[in-house]
């Protein structure tokens, strides 16, 4: 699986897990040089709080485009750290 914005691809991944019908790539297959850390925080009743990514590629920034569970509650455990997109990131085969 690819994620890409602005004509960028900004992850890769065979072993995405795939959870609300979102892919969720292994932290080690971003491509760390197009994310910048946020200060947003969201909270899932079942997976615990989301932090998130600001994207930038090209020029273009995409605020908080990006999100993980970096301490995830126990039931979603298996994304710990995996990282997930919208915004108009385009995941794709």
């Known amino acids: 699986m ?3 914005w602005n004509n960028e ?7 995405t897990i ?3 019908n979102n892919h969720y790539f292994p ?15 969201t909270v899932c009743p079942w997976k615990g709080e ?3 990514y600001t994207v930038v590629a090209n020029g273009k920034e995409n605020k908080d485009a990006a999100w ?7 039931a979603a455990n298996n994304i710990k750290n995996y990282v997930a997109f919208w915004k108009g990131v385009k995941v794709t085969e």
């Open 2 to 4: 690819k994620a890409i």
């Open 9 to 15: 691809i900004i992850a890769e991944s065979k072993d």
């Open 18 to 20: 795939i959870v609300e």
């Open 27 to 41: 932290e080690n297959s971003i491509k760390k040089e197009y994310f910048i850390p946020s200060t947003t925080r």
């Open 50 to 52: 989301a932090s998130y």
């Open 68 to 74: 993980f569970y970096g301490r995830p509650f126990e």
